[in-house]
């Protein structure tokens, strides 16, 4: 099996995605498969690598750190030397006209849908209403150029469903998984950045962009410190709207310490924390959320999205997407013993090892839709 990977507009710091893509490629491999990563950059370059050769394509910069392939002629350039027997998207805007070069050339077309486009597009505008009649055409545009669209959570299925049933193109439903070995409860919570303390620590970690709805974790901060908790956040990420997070914390114990180097370092600060904030109501899964219940930290999240899915009344609690409910939540959550609702957090985690997730996806990759349906 030839496997090539178009992961399009993946930022500096577009961190879940690029995970995902990482783990995918290692399973691909692992499992005996050749492998091509195709992604955007200021140049043209080509790099061999042990997870298989790495192809830059020329991109703009778009914004917000992003680069975008806008000319995907020369990516199926790139494919035709490859020859794939399968390609995988992670993006379905731009490079739909490769979708349709691969159906010429009989190669299976897999699509990756990572986002709910309309409450996306809500979330970067900070409007509620988009434009659902152009979205709704797009999903039918979609749904007729890939033979099979994964989605990773019933929130995010939810968005293609009766499009592509009118068609019949299969919906995946294939969760994600978390790096197990990684993320884990470590031996000495508190951190240089975490101290020990009676204070309720509290964590984020994300993109501070709004469509991951970071401000609506340091609201939900500000209103515990305005009920007299003792608690510290701690925010670590970054991105375009650090300022307005800024603002939005005022003088409550809010401290932001920008992007974390590694995921070990990143291991001990979600461990240190009490409770992670991974509140995003637009999440159409969540590898923040897995990331901390893997290291023994419970999550709060929103009631609704693919986030929501991960968390059960043992490793966590939700409320409306509001900093009032949410704070809430986390008041709930405590109430139950410490180590249970820890222990109970890693246990979740360990029903999405990245193993099951890479078998779900070469059995796609390979053209065998039984069961897809199943979470």
């Keep these: 099996m030839r496997i090539a990977q178009l992961a399009n507009f993946v930022g500096a710091t577009s961190g879940g995605m690029r995970t995902a893509i990482e783990q995918l490629g290692r399973g691909y491999v ?9 992604i955007p950059g200021p140049v043209d370059a080509v790099r061999e690598t042990a997870l298989g ?3 830059q394509v020329r991109a703009p910069r778009v914004g917000g750190g992003y680069r975008l392939i806008v000319e995907p002629w020369r990516v199926t350039e790139v494919l035709e030397r490859f020859a794939p027997t399968s390609v995988e998207w992670s993006d379905k805007l731009t490079l739909l006209p490769v979708a349709w070069w691969a159906r010429r050339n009989g190669v299976r077309s897999v699509l990756l849908s990572h986002e709910r486009m309309g409450d996306m597009f809500a979330m970067r505008t900070g409007l509620e209403t988009t ?9 039918r545009l979609i749904v007729r150029s890939f033979d099979t669209v994964v989605v990773t959570s019933a929130y995010a299925e939810g968005e293609f469903r009766s499009v592509a049933d009118a068609v019949g193109c299969p919906v995946a439903r294939v969760p994600l998984g978390v790096d197990l ?5 470590t031996l000495h919570r508190p951190t240089v950045d975490h101290p020990a303390s009676s204070e309720l620590r509290l964590v984020h970690a994300g993109r501070l962009s709004r469509e991951k709805s970071p401000h609506l974790a340091v609201a939900t901060a500000v209103a515990l410190h305005r009920r007299g908790i003792p608690l510290r956040l701690d925010v670590y990420g970054e991105g375009p709207h650090r300022d307005e997070l800024e603002e939005i914390a005022g003088d409550a114990p809010v401290h932001f310490h920008g992007y974390v180097d590694g995921r070990a370092a990143l291991r001990d600060r979600l ?11 637009g999440e159409t899964f969540g590898l923040a959320v897995l990331e901390a219940l893997a290291c023994g930290t419970p999550v709060v999240t929103a009631d609704r999205g693919g986030a929501r899915e991960l968390v059960d009344a043992s490793c966590g609690a939700w409320g409306a997407p509001d900093p009032q409910a949410l704070a809430d939540a986390v008041l709930r959550l405590l109430e139950r013993p410490e180590s249970r609702r820890r222990t109970a957090a890693r246990r979740r985690a360990e029903q999405y090892g990245w193993d099951r997730t890479v078998a779900r996806m070469l059995a796609l990759h390979a053209g065998d839709q039984v069961g897809v349906l199943s979470a």
């Design 131 to 139: 434009s659902k009649v152009s979205i709704g055409l797009l999903n």
């Design 181 to 185: 070995a990684t993320f884990r409860p």
């Design 30 to 38: 692992a499992a005996g498969a050749e492998r091509l990563l195709v």
């Design 53 to 55: 050769d790495v192809v």
């Design 271 to 281: 461990a240190a924390a009490d409770v992670s904030l991974s509140v995003c109501p």
